[in-house]
């Protein structure tokens, strides 16, 4: 059995669609097909029921899909195991992080790695929490960190820490110093206009939740993906929005926003480590969710924007003020 289309079987199966498959494997759609037709013709099983939604495992490819999983993973294990030989781990991880943890925990994340495991490779994606848990389940991510995670059957959750999130707005022209109004409520935060993500990103339903709780909800005037567009639409005008602390970390003109802590206590959302329980974590896994782990306790939010603080009420509302961390 050939490992390349094993490998190329299970991803078309764990993806559900040729295209897709093709697209993350960086190989043409037909050669591809082919491949998974080589392998159905050597075992003389369809393994994959292909119809206009994309493609299905057949009963064979179920099981062939379970034993392949194994196959490859005890694949990347000997080549882990061979690296060791010649001094250091060596294997690909892939990290899938939100946007607004991206853009502060990637430079460091990457020279650590570096530093770390000179033999191996690192793969770090953006996205929602939604498309992150998925590239988790099928495994075309090995670690996730998430907004507000939940334990489920195919997904290992540890905390890693409580974020504050932050009404953002636009600073009016020409103001140097901000009014001092104190910590915002979740009921007056509920009727300002908000400018803020898609269903199902983890942080909207978590506003969502919090706000049913107090019987109200949010008044959307934008649904807009990505921290960046977010940003330049808040400053544009368009509402306000409510972010994490990390989102503003590294945004090239902090001072054009004002940042405001959301009720007393302050509106905090857990952010965790994923990673799936369907396939055992590799040493090279292993060693970047420590790099990880050491990188939260030393605070990862102290980057190269250090300095910057953005004044909320009568004090500053440090945006490298700790966050509470497990």
């Given at each position: 059995?050939?490992?390349?289309?094993?490998?190329?079987?299970?991803?078309?199966?764990?993806?559900?669609?040729f295209t897709r498959a093709a697209i993350e494997l960086d190989v043409a759609q037909p050669a591809l097909s082919r491949q998974v037709r080589l392998l159905e013709v050597e075992l003389r099983q369809n393994l994959?029921?292909?119809?206009?939604?994309?493609?299905?495992?057949t009963e064979a490819g179920k099981l062939l899909l379970e034993h392949g999983r194994g196959i490859l993973y005890q694949v990347e294990r000997a080549r882990e195991d061979l690296g060791r030989l010649r001094g250091g781990l060596a294997g690909r991880v892939a990290v899938g992080m939100p946007t607004s943890v991206?853009?502060?925990?990637?430079?460091?994340?990457?020279?650590?790695?570096?530093?770390?495991?000179?033999?191996?490779?690192?793969?770090?994606?953006?996205?929602l929490s939604g498309s992150l848990q998925e590239g988790l389940t099928s495994g075309r991510l090995d670690i996730v960190v998430l907004y507000n995670a939940q334990p489920?059957?195919?997904?290992?959750?540890?905390?890693?820490?409580e974020e504050d999130l932050l009404l953002v707005r636009a600073r009016p022209p020409g103001l140097h110093e901000d009014p001092p109004p104190g910590p915002i409520e979740l009921s007056e935060v509920a009727k300002l206009p908000l400018v803020i993500p898609t269903r199902p990103n983890a942080i909207r339903m978590y506003v969502e939740?919090?706000?049913a709780d107090i019987g109200c909800r949010p008044n959307v005037v934008l649904e807009i993906d990505g921290v960046s567009a977010i940003l330049d639409l808040v400053l544009d005008g368009a509402g306000c929005a409510i972010l994490s602390r990390n989102a503003l970390l590294n945004t090239p003109r902090p001072s054009a926003y004002t940042?405001?802590?959301?009720?007393?206590?302050?509106?905090?959302?857990?952010?965790s480590l994923a990673t799936s329980l369907q396939r055992p974590a590799t040493p090279v896994q292993k060693a970047t969710l420590e790099l990880i782990r050491a990188r939260r306790r030393r605070g990862w939010w102290r980057t190269r924007s250090e300095g910057v603080a953005v004044r909320a009420g009568a004090a500053h509302h440090d945006l490298r003020a700790p966050c509470r961390s497990w």
């Open positions: 059995m050939d490992l390349k289309q094993l490998e190329y079987f299970v991803r078309v199966a764990e993806l559900g669609s994959l029921v292909r119809n206009g939604r994309g493609a299905v495992p991206a853009r502060v925990l990637t430079v460091p994340l990457t020279r650590a790695f570096r530093e770390a495991l000179p033999e191996a490779r690192l793969s770090i994606s953006e996205g489920s059957r195919e997904m290992d959750v540890t905390p890693l820490m939740a919090e706000m940042a405001q802590q959301i009720g007393t206590p302050p509106l905090r959302i857990r952010l």
